[in-house]
């Protein structure tokens, strides 16, 4: 993943409890072009990655927060200039999956700086049943342990939404 990488979560790890760094079994990452067709692409990288992590019994719960946020990165976050066939070359989402022993996070960078989710809000369930969008975050807060979000610093514009998942030691 690179520094890149490690400087863009640093927010996500703050806001966990420590970890030994030699907990630290894997990640991984791809780029995913500017176009709805790039979901079934990321379910199938999350489908590899956790097959190879020994994780395949977490792929159900995995793949459909993971669909969540990069159908949301895509639908949400980009200009309608940046999405489709003619597209710029550069991927503007990401896609980012790391596993420590007992912790398993998916986080989507995009290029937008605005919150995601709109009005959602985690804590007002009832209410968030009525929005015309926002219902996928709704899906990531029920299948993931938490999620959340925050705006990249330094030389990278954007912002990371990501979820955590528990994992059985």
Do not use: I
């Not at 895509?74 to 489709?84: K, Y």
């Not at 919150?115 to 899906?139: H, I, K, V, Y």
Request: net charge negative.
């Amino acid at each position: 993943m690179g520094t890149n990488g490690s400087t863009m979560l640093e927010p996500l790890r703050q806001g966990l409890p420590p970890v030994d760094p030699t907990a630290v079994s894997g990640s991984a990452s791809c780029a995913l072009p500017a176009r709805f067709d790039a979901v079934r692409g990321a379910r199938t990288f999350t489908r590899s990655t956790l097959s190879q992590w020994g994780l395949d019994d977490r792929f159900d719960d995995v793949a459909l927060v993971v669909s969540e946020l990069v159908t949301n990165a895509l639908r949400h976050a980009l200009p309608e200039d940046r999405r489709g066939p003619d597209a710029e070359p550069e991927p503007p989402v990401r896609l980012h999956l790391m596993r420590w022993s007992t912790r398993l996070v998916c986080a989507v960078r995009d290029p937008s700086e605005d919150r995601p989710g709109g009005a959602f809000s985690p804590e007002r369930t009832s209410e968030n049943c009525d929005l015309e969008s926002g219902r996928g975050l709704f899906l990531v807060d029920a299948y993931s342990d938490s999620w959340g979000w925050h705006p990249l610093a330094g030389r990278l514009t954007g912002k990371v939404v990501w979820a955590l998942f528990l994992l059985q030691d």
